[in-house]
């Protein structure tokens, strides 16, 4: 069992299944049920690391609020260590309230909470020293996360940590590629894990092989360009990570019964991140992203994927 920091967003997330659009001009909706989850790319991360075998540490920003003691005690109960999380001076806890339609498309309410105080002072280098992997989730997820990344990132790398960075093109960023200014961390971020119109945000290309020669020349170590059920693709500077092959290597997805794609990169990274810390190539890492990633989107929610076993027999079908 190795350690990991996972540095980002937190919010709890109010399923409500089954509503159609127009139900919400009624006075009042009964529905069977709705559940509460863990939600926010950082904690579903967290999550699914402790599945597979690790020791995560989340580092966030909570309320002490009924909503934040919730997300604590669910997260503690899936193995996440919470004793690093900081608490919001003036945020509500945030919370997601996610509209899943009868079509199977979702619309998100969601306030304006504590994910909006995570900054440089998230980070508690004192409990990141022994662990391998410091992983933010997600690059443009929230304002102040974003522009705190740069010192973040250096400081993780100084003290030897492996950094890997999600992208997510959050509310405040969508159509202000002008404010992106993706070079300003990635000399820090040794992977990073951008789906295709991410990079295409980042860097103004629309070809897949520009996208990732841009952002390796801006300074990332590797680029795990993501691509949903097709699949993935790495592409590496020269000396990076362990060696192996350099330029272009494609991971092709898993096909498999979709129930919900909800949490896959965030599944992705916590399968790759569990082969960094396990050693393997970054070849190895990505098939064990995909196999992940593969086991979470057969079931509802970001955190559904049973346990370590299940991710091992997909990847059993998936060597040649
Ligand atoms: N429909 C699918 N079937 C099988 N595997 C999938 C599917 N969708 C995604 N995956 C796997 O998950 C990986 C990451 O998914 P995707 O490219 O959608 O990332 P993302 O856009 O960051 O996702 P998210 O919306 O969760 O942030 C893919 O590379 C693939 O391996
Ligand atoms: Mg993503």
Redesign the pocket.
């Known amino acids: 069992m190795s350690k990991a920091i996972c540095f980002g967003i937190t919010c709890l997330d109010i399923l409500v299944p089954g509503l159609d659009p127009s139900e919400f001009y009624k006075e009042t909706i009964r529905l069977n049920d709705f559940s509460y989850s863990t939600g926010g790319?950082a904690i579903n991360e967290a999550v699914t690391l402790a599945k597979l075998g690790h020791e995560p540490v989340l580092m966030t920003v909570l309320a002490d609020d009924a909503m934040g003691r919730l997300l604590t005690d669910l997260a503690r109960s899936r193995g996440v260590n919470m004793d690093h999380v900081k608490k919001a001076r003036t945020h509500q806890t945030a919370v997601s309230i996610v509209c899943v339609h009868k079509d199977g498309e979702r619309n998100f309410i969601v306030n304006n909470g504590s994910d909006n105080e995570i900054g440089e002072g998230t980070a508690d280098w004192d409990a990141a020293k022994d662990a391998g992997v410091f992983c933010v989730g997600s690059a443009y997820g929230a304002k102040g996360l974003t522009e705190c990344l740069p010192a973040v990132l250096k400081r993780a790398k100084e003290l030897g940590l492996t950094t890997c960075v999600?992208?997510?093109i959050g509310s405040e960023y969508v159509g202000k590629e002008s404010e992106a200014d993706p070079a300003a961390f990635l000399k820090y971020a040794d992977y990073i894990?951008?789906?295709q119109s991410?990079a295409r945000w980042m860097t103004g290309e629309t070809d897949p092989d520009a996208m990732a020669e841009k952002l390796l020349a801006m300074g990332a170590g590797c680029v795990v360009l993501?691509?949903?059920?097709?699949?993935?693709c790495l592409y590496r500077k020269p000396n990076h990570g362990d060696g192996g092959v350099i330029g272009k290597v494609f991971?092709p997805?898993?096909?498999?019964e979709?129930v919900d794609?909800?949490?896959?990169?965030?599944?992705?990274l916590a399968g790759f991140t569990a082969g960094l810390l396990e050693g393997k190539s970054d070849e190895d890492c990505a098939k064990l992203?995909?196999a992940t990633?593969?086991a979470?989107?057969r079931y509802l929610g970001?955190a559904g994927l049973k346990d370590r076993a299940e991710v091992e027999e997909i990847l059993k079908e998936m060597r040649p």
Not at 253 to 256: M, T
Not at 261 to 268: E, K, M, P, R, S
């Open positions: 790319d999600d992208i997510m894990f951008p789906n991410e993501k691509d949903g059920e097709n699949g993935c991971v997805a898993v096909r498999c979709v794609t909800t949490g896959a990169g965030d599944n992705f992203a995909t990633a593969s979470s989107v970001a």
